[in-house]
Every structure is written in structure tokens, then in C-alpha cells.
């Protein structure tokens, strides 16, 4: 069996048996010991508890969401560039696979997968308040969150954006756009500020490099 189908098939007990933090025991940056939630289907429709917390006070998306500024995270997207780059041999492997440092950089990213779900979440309740002052009728008309967040970046302020639009004929299909246009024309929202826009630009670059990370 190659190296690669060792690591597929501890990856999937390790997926049955669930994972504490993001190394395991008695590694540096080890979580606080709960159990990380696997992933499902529904992705980022799974809303968990927090999601219930009202984000239109918040001042920034950062105060909120701090996976992407974190060190964790950074030094694990630095140790995935590393090991892209280079194509390793069975033969440059020895010991046990769990011993591996690429192997536990695999379970440590499979984890971090999760934990960027969770933030994508947040994120989209945090974008979904502060956008609501302006369209609070896009929520129902997009509920994909991705979706939702790609849409307020374009659109903004200028709700006039929905016509003609390519950038928006890529994220929505025309009939929701149709739908979206005709609604932006009739919504009782307001205009938003500069510094609100600003927020809200952060929070939609900040979930769209998540999501690509």
C-alpha cells in the first residue's frame, strides 16, 4: 500500500472516530479538547448557536471572526504551501504514518476545513445584518451564503447594479436575478455609509479568501 493510500484510509477512521483540535494530542497549538464537528451536506446552512447573536452593532468583521488573522491558521496554510510544491517517494517516508509530518499536517488541514465552515457562518450573519439596512430583502432572494456574499460585494450601495450585470449573471442564474432586480427596485432599505460599506467590503473579502483557502 502507497503512503498515499495509508493516509486515505487513517483519514477516514480518523473521520469516524472525530479528531480533538487541530493536531493531535500533545502537539503545539492543540485546541482546548472538544471534539471538532464533521462536516455535512448542508455545509453552510448548518447554523450553529451563535449564529443567533445580532452582528448589526459589530464594528468590524475581524472582531468577530479571527480564524484568517490567526497563527494557527497561518502556519498551516504556510506548511500546505510548502509541501504542494514538492513531490515526495515512499522511500524518503519511515516509521509509522501517523508519525509523519506531512501526515499530521493532512489531519491538521482535514480539521481546519471544518473550522472554516463555522467561520464562513459567521461571517454570513455578520454580512447578512449589517446588508439588511440596504436590500433586507436579498437574504430571501439568495439564501446561498457564498452566493449572498459575492451579490453584496457587487451590488453595494448601488442596488441600480442588478441590470446588465456580468459579474452578477456569474454568481446568480437570470431568473434570481430578474427576481433580485425587481425587488431592488421597490425596497424601503436605505443607503448605507462609507464606513458600513467598508465593513462589509472586509467581511466579503475576508469569507471569499476563506472559502478559496
Excluded: W
Excluded at 9 to 18: C, M, P, S, V
Excluded at 23 to 38: L, N, R, V, W
Amino acid at each position: 500500500m502507497s503512503l498515499a493510500d495509508e493516509l486515505l484510509a487513517d483519514l477516514e477512521e480518523a473521520g469516524d472516530e472525530g479528531e480533538d483540535g487541530l493536531y493531535p494530542e500533545g502537539e503545539e497549538g492543540e485546541s482546548d479538547g472538544e471534539a471538532t464537528q464533521g462536516r455535512t451536506d448542508a455545509g453552510l446552512e448548518d447554523i450553529p448557536e451563535e449564529m443567533e447573536v445580532d452582528y448589526s452593532k459589530a464594528e468590524s468583521v475581524a472582531s468577530i471572526a479571527k480564524l484568517r488573522n490567526s497563527k494557527q491558521f497561518s502556519e498551516i496554510m504556510d506548511k500546505i504551501s510548502v509541501y504542494i510544491g514538492k513531490q515526495r517517494k515512499n522511500s524518503e517516508v519511515s516509521g509509522p504514518v501517523e508519525a509523519d509530518p506531512e501526515y499530521r499536517l493532512i489531519v491538521a488541514a482535514n480539521n481546519l476545513t471544518v473550522e472554516i465552515d463555522n467561520e464562513l457562518n459567521i461571517i454570513h450573519k455578520f454580512t447578512r445584518d449589517k446588508y439588511s439596512k440596504r436590500f433586507p430583502e436579498l437574504e430571501s432572494l439568495v439564501p446561498d451564503s457564498l452566493d449572498y456574499i459575492r451579490t453584496v460585494k457587487e451590488l453595494g450601495n448601488n442596488l441600480e447594479k442588478c441590470k446588465n450585470n456580468e459579474t452578477l449573471q456569474q454568481i446568480l442564474t437570470n431568473a434570481t436575478i430578474m427576481v433580485v432586480s425587481v425587488t431592488a427596485s421597490t425596497t424601503q432599505g436605505s443607503l448605507l455609509s462609507e464606513d458600513e460599506l467598508r465593513q462589509l467590503e472586509e467581511a466579503c473579502d475576508m469569507a471569499l479568501e476563506l472559502n478559496q483557502s
